[in-house]
Structures are given as structure tokens and as C-alpha cells.
């Protein structure tokens, strides 16, 4: 079974700083992506960046990148450059083999300040 | 496109009764996923629907089912409900199974059990 693990359950810097959140997870498959996803007081969840385990190169768009260790199964996010409106709960997740949904973990409430 | 639309927003329901969640997917999207999010954790994930048949369950009781229709819209139906089925209930849906795929997600039916 797959588990995520998110160690930060709050997490508040200024506005233009760069904040880390960190997820280390469990997973018995093989071949398999990671995800990170935002989701608003609008409740609604969105994909911020995915990275595929068997790629070196660390997934990046735009703001946001990852650092990906699949030795430590570690896979953090870095948003740089911060904006209010990153303010949100961060959610990393993992998916299980065939067509199991994601398992996802308990989130990091990111709080951007003015 | 208006994306995945569940509904109702909100409900309240009353221990032992049953409820109806309903779920319309993103066009283009054949596969639907429903999660449950408890206050301050992460979504769990309940089963998943493709091709009008539930492909994949996770560690919930038969209290929950659900079905597909032949347009790839889906139900999420909870009898004898419990106080600790309050919740955030979450759709997503995906254009085919497939460790890469993004889930779209709804905004959720946030369900009160009283």
C-alpha cells in the first residue's frame, strides 16, 4: 500500500520569499509519478506539477519545482517568488498500480504574508 | 468547457438516513473518482468508475457505492449514515487510467450528518 507522509502542517513566510514543503511517501510500484496539488478555500483541487519517477531532471513550471530523491523516496516542492495567491493547503499524493486513485497526504497550510 | 461539476454544493443529512452525491465529469473524461476529505486532512480515496463498472475500491464499507452512466456521469450514494460521514466529498475525473493522468477535480458536496 502506498503512504505519504507531510511533516508540515503549517507553514507562513513573506510575500516574494521561497518556501519548501517537504513529502516523502511509500510505494511498492515500480514506474510511477508524483504529484503536487493546491487546494484553495475554493475548495477545489488543482495540479501544480508532476514528476515521473524514472526522469532525473526535476519537474519545474514556473514558479514551481521540485526536488525529487527517489533513493529517500523524497519529493519536495519549492515555490519561489511567492504570491498571495499561493496562500492554500498543499497536498502531495501518489498513485497506486492500475487504476487505484491517489493516495494523497494530510497537506501543509501554506500562508503567504503581505 | 465547465469542467467537473458536482452537486449539491452542501447538504445536511440526519444519522440513518441516505444520501445521493452526483458527479459530472470534464468533457472528453470517461473515468470518474470519488474521495472523501474529513476537516484538516487529505482526500481518501472511496472507488473509482470506468466504463460503467467500479475498477477499484479502497477501505470503505459497503455503505458506499456507486454507479455510472452511460453519458461517464456518476452517483456516489451513502446509506445509513454516520456522524463521522461528515465530510468533504470530492469528484475527479481523467480522460483514461494511467499513472500520469492529471484528475480534474469538482468543488466537492460538503456533507453534514446531523
Known amino acids: 500500500a502506498q503512504t505519504v507522509t507531510q511533516s508540515q502542517p503549517e507553514m507562513s513566510v513573506q510575500e516574494a520569499e521561497t518556501v519548501t514543503l517537504s513529502c516523502t511517501y511509500d510505494?511498492?510500484?515500480?514506474?510511477?509519478?508524483l504529484f503536487w496539488y493546491k487546494q484553495p478555500p475554493s475548495r477545489q483541487m488543482i495540479l501544480v506539477i508532476r514528476?515521473?519517477?524514472?526522469?532525473?531532471q526535476n519537474a519545474t513550471e514556473n514558479r514551481f519545482s521540485v526536488n525529487f530523491q527517489k533513493a529517500a523516496k523524497s519529493f519536495s516542492l519549492k515555490i519561489s517568488d511567492s504570491q498571495l495567491g499561493d496562500t492554500a493547503m498543499y497536498f502531495c499524493?501518489?498513485?497506486?498500480?492500475?487504476?487505484?486513485?491517489?493516495?494523497f497526504g494530510k497537506g501543509t497550510h501554506l500562508i503567504i504574508q503581505p | 468547457d465547465a469542467g467537473v461539476t458536482q452537486s449539491p454544493t452542501h447538504l445536511i443529512k440526519t444519522r440513518g438516513q441516505q444520501v445521493t452525491l452526483r458527479c459530472s465529469p470534464k468533457?472528453?473524461?470517461?473515468?470518474v473518482s470519488w474521495y472523501q476529505q474529513a476537516l484538516g486532512q487529505g482526500p481518501q480515496f472511496i472507488f473509482q468508475?470506468?466504463?460503467?463498472?467500479?475498477?477499484q475500491r479502497g477501505n470503505f464499507p459497503d455503505r458506499f457505492s456507486g454507479h455510472q452512466f452511460p453519458n461517464y456521469s456518476s452517483e456516489l450514494n451513502v446509506n445509513a449514515l454516520l456522524l463521522g460521514d461528515s465530510a468533504l466529498y470530492l469528484c475527479?475525473?481523467?480522460?483514461?487510467?494511467?499513472?500520469?493522468?492529471?484528475?480534474?477535480f469538482g468543488q466537492g458536496t460538503r456533507l453534514t450528518v446531523v
Open positions: 514528476q515521473e519517477a524514472y526522469k532525473q
Open positions: 499524493a501518489v498513485p497506486g498500480g492500475g487504476a487505484d486513485g491517489l493516495t
Open positions: 468508475y470506468y466504463e460503467e463498472e467500479e475498477r
Open positions: 510505494t511498492s510500484e515500480n514506474n510511477y509519478y
Open positions: 475527479a475525473s481523467s480522460p483514461h487510467t494511467g499513472i500520469d493522468t492529471e484528475a480534474f
Open positions: 468533457s472528453g473524461h470517461d473515468t
